[in-house]
């Protein structure tokens, strides 16, 4: 089973700063990590495909990269609207596995 | 509008059953492999069940099988999810979410509650 751990667990961030969240695999899994952004009281939402590819729709401000074991997703220029926890998760064998997910504030 | 739309959930007791649905509209769901994702209060995703587009393959995490069944019917656009033996640790909000062509969750729907407590 392939263990994905997330940093950092929480992240306080003002308006317009850079936001950079990793994603660490458990073994190799190649580019099959996804990222998703889940807001207070809602489902979670694809925003990163197989580690780098966007997703129509998602604000171009989201971009990933990585391979291996190693991940990032990157805010450029936090919005408010961005308040939530990010989830990776791995399709690379089963079972599928999320990380633990990380929070982000806005100061 | 693409739409995944969950039912079913409920306050359930200790060993108790309890049969999840998931309407599917706005894409053609046939082609989709299919997906439930739980999360406990407070906590985080777990993957729950796979099906494949024509339930050709199907795949449980270790933590429910043998007590969940996972099935669909393509004609009703539907997705289902048969609890049994039903703990407390089973107590979450239960995703659908479907896989297209590729393999991130790409639709999900809002999710229902399921709560096991005497």
């Known amino acids: 089973e392939i263990v994905l751990t997330q940093s950092p667990d929480f992240q306080s961030v003002t308006p317009k700063e850079k936001v950079t969240i990793t994603c660490r695999a458990s073994q190799s899994i190649g580019s099959s990590l996804h990222w998703y952004q889940q807001k207070p009281d809602q489902s979670p939402k694809l925003l990163i495909k197989y580690a780098s590819q966007s997703i129509s729709g998602v604000p171009s401000r989201f971009s990933g990269s990585g391979s291996g074991t190693d991940f990032t997703l990157t805010i450029n220029s936090l919005e408010a609207e961005d308040a939530a926890a990010y989830y990776c998760?791995?399709?690379?064998?089963?079972?599928?596995?999320f990380g633990p997910g990380t929070k982000v504030d806005i100061k | 509008e693409v739409q995944l739309v969950e039912s079913g959930g409920g306050l359930v007791k200790p060993g108790g059953s309890l049969r999840l649905s998931c309407a599917a509209s706005g894409f053609t769901f046939s082609s989709y492999s299919m997906n439930w994702v739980r999360q406990a209060p407070g906590k985080g995703l777990e993957w729950v069940s796979s099906?494949?587009?024509?339930?050709?393959?199907?795949y449980y995490a270790d933590s429910v099988k043998g007590r969940f069944t996972i099935s669909r019917d393509n004609a009703k656009n539907s997705l289902y999810l048969q609890m049994n033996s039903l703990r407390a640790e089973d107590t979450a909000v239960y995703y659908c979410?479907?896989?297209?062509?590729?393999?991130?969750?790409?639709?999900w729907g809002q999710g229902t509650m399921v709560t096991v407590s005497s």
């Open positions: 998760h791995q399709s690379s064998s089963l079972p599928h596995s």
């Open positions: 099906i494949s587009s024509s339930s050709s393959y199907i």
């Open positions: 979410a479907g896989q297209g062509g590729s393999h991130a969750f790409d639709i």
